[in-house]
């Protein structure tokens, strides 16, 4: 389970790094048709170097905590709705609490309650689509394992 987590936090701290990045040039280039590497406001703060490490250092930080927060779903005694609930929860206040401090948002309650119902869309429709493709994988499997079985009694006369 540790060398798990150990893994998740590495994976997510690359992911997190490079998708701020990704996720704040697209935000400004949808908000003004330009593309920047940070938010105006905090390269004007920070200066440009300041702003791409706190940005990668908040991203790396995000990407960790998602990631590792998966090994919500390898305790055995939750249920997945347990799981999920308390995985999404931690990606939503992390959210509310990294955002603003990178000028994705401000510190508003309608545009916090904005983004959270969009995370919270965006993750549920995640959720639904990956369990559709669990629940066929698992219908494949027991076909599968029908005919096994099938063929060993078959052999077996």
């Not at 905090?42 to 300041?50: A, I, Q, V």
């Not at 905590?65 to 005694?77: N, P, R, W």
Request: hydrophobic share 60%; net charge neutral; charged share 15%.
């Amino acid at each position: 389970m540790k060398e798990r987590l150990i893994t998740r936090f590495l994976l997510g701290l690359a992911v997190g790094a490079f998708a701020v990045h990704i996720i704040t040039m697209l935000f400004i280039y949808f908000g003004s048709g330009q593309f920047l590497f940070c938010m105006p406001e905090l390269t004007e703060k920070l200066g440009h170097l300041g702003a791409v490490v706190v940005q990668t250092a908040l991203g790396a930080l995000f990407g960790m905590i998602a990631f590792g927060g998966m090994c919500l779903f390898d305790i055995e005694k939750w249920s997945l709705l347990r799981a999920t609930l308390a995985h999404c929860a931690i990606i939503v206040v992390t959210y509310i609490i990294i955002a603003p401090l990178l000028h994705w948002i401000h510190f508003k309650i309608m545009p916090i309650l904005i983004m959270t119902s969009m995370i919270i869309f965006v993750y549920a429709l995640i959720w639904l689509i990956m369990y559709i493709i669990w629940k066929i994988e698992i219908r494949q499997m027991n076909r599968l394992a029908e005919e096994y079985k099938k063929d060993n009694e078959i052999g077996e006369d």
